[in-house]
């Protein structure tokens, strides 16, 4: 968004004329030996200015003949300066135009003078000098490339009680004014990007590893429990504690190294590797490939290389004893493409540092080490598996065959998301009716008594796969509810939907001329996170009360197709679930983007203050 006022354009028009002078004049009268480049700071200048008390501007002045990189733009505060009491959001940098660059390949650059508006999240009260520091680099047209380089300025901020923030419309070019208070809210994802930009290398690993940790219980990584479990089970019953955690270390490392390089990928291609991997086909193949190990541990038949292959390999397998970590840790590699493909907020704080800054050793390292993190219980399960599975006796078949049950429900899981809420139901209670029936044959074997744990969870599992069926009848959606309360329908958001940039473009226009806020919602039927939102977020009362009054507008790049990732390069960010806010201006509250999923009364806050809709008491 290119902000100028009559008074700044007219100082950017003679900065501009008085630079494009100086080069002239510098190259007619340049003497042999003399660069015929200007030094960077001739060449692009740098302003920094207070626009408000939570906002600053940044302008960059362009020579003619020369251009800057809108990827090299990034702004942070000085931590040298001292303890600092305030932050900074997600900056709203304009679209620029595109170039086959002999440098960096193809990439945004401006050739003309542009302004930045960087929100600021402080403490109210009075004036506040704070030191930010603008990163840039740029070339001149006819072949030299100037290295990246930091400027640092120090700007002060005019007082919260006296001076609301200045924002501009995007449409019209003319301000309006934004409370001050709105810009106070910093968003998980930007103080997470901003502790990677700036934190200490050793506790931003640690820090991240930790949220890594708390990933792992999430319904993303969840799933990759019954694989990993499966994988050891269908060792045999004479796996060793050392073999297992092997096995399990070759598939976190797998999952943590494809996640790296995927991450890094698409930060650099500025789009989601892994939406890739969710087509409808590879997603049946790869449930194909679950059902076909399910059927393997139910001893149907036995998945094993050629007889030929076994004896020339049997000498390497008997010395190294890992005849199947190449495999392991490529299933974990696939796992994490596959299975578990969504947006949260370290994720994107890890992905956005990348695209912005270049840095790809900090933002690399922060995606290994949280992987690593999700990684750790799935070690820990991976390795007790293969401590606690029975030895000997029948015990070591039947759980092998729950194992297949296991697998069974991750292809359940993964086929739901191309089917309806309703019929998903038919899919888990397969899973489910066999479980049961292993569970009923195991007590029919064992003559086991009816009070018996095992009775008792057969007959748990024989129950939920009647309130599955009769779920599909009634209309259920949720498999862990599917029987929907009688008499009581459960109203959620109603959305309108949207395809391309200009559909964006008009849906804002005609709601900020109408004077309402908006709210866009990005979706895709392969997220677990967006159905959770729309399961547990949206159908709340107080968010549907915080948003009644805004143009509820939705996004649906499950096909990922061109005018999808066109959508999402506009936004700069890497998948859904992404929902960002307008308010009733047509002006994007850039630190209120909400990514991952969100608790609903949080969710309600976050969406009465950036839509300007607020109720509750600050």
């Not at 480049?37 to 302003?47: H, I, K, N, T």
């Not at 008390?53 to 090299?72: K, N, Q, S």
């Not at 993303?220 to 990993?228: E, F, K, S, Y």
Request: hydrophobic residues 50%.
């Amino acid at each position: 968004m290119i902000v100028l006022s009559p008074m700044n354009f007219k100082r950017l028009t003679l900065t501009g004329i008085a630079l494009f002078l100086s080069s002239l004049v510098g190259s007619v009268s340049a003497q042999p030996g003399e660069s015929e480049f200007l030094p960077p700071a001739q060449a692009f200048g740098v302003e920094v200015a207070a626009q408000g008390a939570d906002m600053i501007r940044v302008d960059f002045l362009v020579t003619l003949g020369y251009y800057l990189y809108r990827h090299r733009f990034n702004f942070s505060l000085d931590t040298a300066a001292g303890a600092l009491a305030a932050t900074l959001g997600t900056p709203d940098i304009p679209q620029g135009e595109w170039k086959e660059d002999e440098f960096f390949g193809r990439q945004q650059v401006f050739h003309e003078s542009v302004s930045v508006l960087v929100p600021v999240s402080r403490a109210p009260g009075e004036a506040l000098e704070i030191p930010i520091v603008v990163g840039l680099q740029g070339c001149a047209d006819m072949g030299l490339c100037y290295p990246p380089e930091k400027r640092r300025f120090k700007v002060l901020l005019p007082a919260t009680s006296a001076v609301a923030s200045d924002y501009a419309d995007h449409s019209s070019g003319s301000a309006s004014a934004v409370p001050s208070d709105q810009t106070r809210f910093v968003s998980e994802q930007d103080r997470l990007a901003e502790l990677i930009r700036l934190g200490d290398l050793s506790l931003v690993l640690a820090t991240f590893f930790g949220l890594g940790l708390l990933l792992a219980f999430t319904p993303c990584v969840l799933p990759m429990v019954p694989i990993l479990s499966g994988i050891i089970a269908g060792q045999g019953g004479n796996v060793t504690t050392g073999r297992a955690f092997a096995l399990s270390l070759s598939y976190v490392l797998g999952m943590a190294v494809i996640n790296t390089l995927a991450g890094v990928a698409a930060a650099a291609a500025g789009q989601q590797i892994q939406a890739l991997f969710q087509q409808s086909w590879i997603i049946v193949l790869f449930s194909l490939i679950f059902v076909a190990l399910a059927l393997s541990m139910f001893g149907f038949f036995t998945i094993q290389m050629p007889a030929s292959l076994q004896t020339r390999l049997s000498d390497v397998s008997n010395r190294q004893r890992a005849g199947t970590f190449g495999g392991v840790a490529v299933m974990g590699a696939l796992s994490a493409l596959i299975v578990s493909a969504c947006v949260a907020p370290p994720l994107f704080a890890a992905l956005a540092v990348i695209a912005q800054t270049g840095d790809l050793v900090r933002g690399g390292s922060v995606l290994f080490v949280m992987s690593l993190g999700m990684g750790v219980p799935l070690l820990v399960i991976g390795t007790s598996a293969g401590r606690l599975l029975p030895k000997v006796g029948s015990w070591m078949d039947t759980i092998k065959k729950f194992f297949g049950v296991l697998l069974l429900a991750v292809a359940a899981w993964m086929l739901s998301r191309l089917l309806g809420d309703r019929w998903s139901l038919l899919l888990w209670a397969i899973p489910a009716l066999i479980g049961a029936w292993l569970l009923f044959r195991e007590v029919k074997t064992r003559a086991l008594g009816t009070l018996h744990p095992i009775t008792l969870l057969g007959v748990v599992l024989g129950l939920y796969v009647l309130a599955l069926i009769v779920g599909v009848f009634l209309g259920g959606r949720d498999p862990l509810a599917p029987i929907p309360q009688v008499g009581k329908s459960q109203k959620t958001l109603e959305f309108t939907r949207i395809k391309t940039v200009e559909d964006l473009d008009r849906a804002i226009a005609a709601a900020a001329k109408d004077g309402r806020p908006a709210m866009l919602d990005f979706y895709a039927d392969w997220c677990v996170s967006c159905k959770e939102m729309e399961r547990y977020t949206f159908t709340d009362t107080d968010v549907r009360s915080a948003l009644e009054d805004a143009v509820l507008l939705k996004a649906d790049v499950t096909a990922n197709d061109e005018a999808d990732q066109a959508l999402l390069r506009h936004f700069e960010i890497f998948g859904p679930p992404t929902i960002a806010f307008w308010g009733r201006d047509g002006v994007e509250r850039k630190n209120y983007r909400v990514v991952g999923f969100m608790r609903a009364d949080e969710f309600a806050r976050v969406a009465a203050e950036a839509t300007g809709i607020n109720r509750t008491t600050q």
